[in-house]
């Protein structure tokens, strides 16, 4: 019988072993054993607490997406101009614990099972709503709505494109310079926008 008080913490032990197992692997073709064996706890229990591998996945996923949008909940609370929670977004979108390799690999991983199962699709769904919605709500408060969703739409897919191309381990990109990237581009679309603004106020 599971130890009382110990299903939170085998739980989330049994998430994290899969996150870095899946990484190791590249692929979603690993066993509940090998799961466990990494979480230092018996397939049974493995079994006990999840039911299938396919519920373990699933949770894994909710799991690092819920962890994300609590970070970028926190990041934006100490914030405080919409330029400034425009970038903490961004900061926490390339982050070092989402930067790790593994970590890279089990999204990547996660992206190709989204093609067959429903759930995984529905909940990296919600995390591209997330981020665009996130960008969008601080940029409409820099730019009028147009602009904002156009640039919007183009950082979200500057930030996903940045972290896919990681998985290049040849020709990486530093969080540093992702970073930057995402920055600029944001601020050499608003620069523009924010002299016409300028000049229309002074011309009223």
Same mark, same amino acid.
């Given at each position: ?5 110990? &299903? ?7 998430? #994290?072993?899969?996150? +870095?197992?899946?990484? #190791? ?8 054993? $090998?799961?466990? !064996? ?10 006990? @607490?999840?039911?299938? !591998? $396919? ?6 996923? %909710? ?5 994300? +949008? ?14 400034? !929670? ?24 996660? @992206?190709? *099972?989204?093609?067959?199962? *429903?759930?995984? +699709?529905?909940?990296?769904?919600? @995390?591209?709503? %997330?981020? +665009? ?6 940029? !409409? ?21 940045? @972290? ?11 969080? &540093? ?18 002299? &016409? ?5 002074? $011309?009223?």
């Amino acid at each position: 019988m599971p130890k009382v008080g110990m &299903e939170p913490v085998r739980r989330k032990a049994l998430v #994290d072993a899969a996150m +870095r197992v899946i990484g #190791d692997h590249g692929s979603l073709t690993v066993t509940m054993s $090998e799961i466990a !064996k990494q979480a230092g706890v018996s397939p049974a229990l493995a079994h006990h @607490y999840f039911g299938s !591998k $396919e519920q373990l996945l699933i949770e894994t996923v %909710r799991h690092h997406l819920q962890r994300l +949008r609590d970070s970028t909940v926190t990041a934006m609370k100490v914030a405080t101009t919409p330029r400034e !929670k425009l970038s903490a977004v961004i900061h926490v979108s390339f982050h070092a614990d989402q930067f790790a390799p593994e970590t890279i690999a089990a999204w990547l991983a996660f @992206y190709a *099972e989204a093609q067959r199962s *429903e759930e995984t +699709r529905r909940f990296l769904v919600i @995390y591209a709503r %997330r981020l +665009r919605s996130n960008l969008l709500a601080n940029l !409409k408060a820099l730019c009028p709505r147009e602009d904002a969703e156009r640039i919007a739409e183009g950082a979200a897919a500057m930030i996903d494109g940045l @972290y896919i191309r990681q998985s290049l381990r040849s020709a990486p990109i530093s969080i &540093e310079a992702s970073i930057a990237l995402t920055e600029d581009y944001i601020n050499s679309l608003l620069a523009p926008l924010s002299r &016409e603004a300028a000049v229309q106020r002074t $011309e009223t």
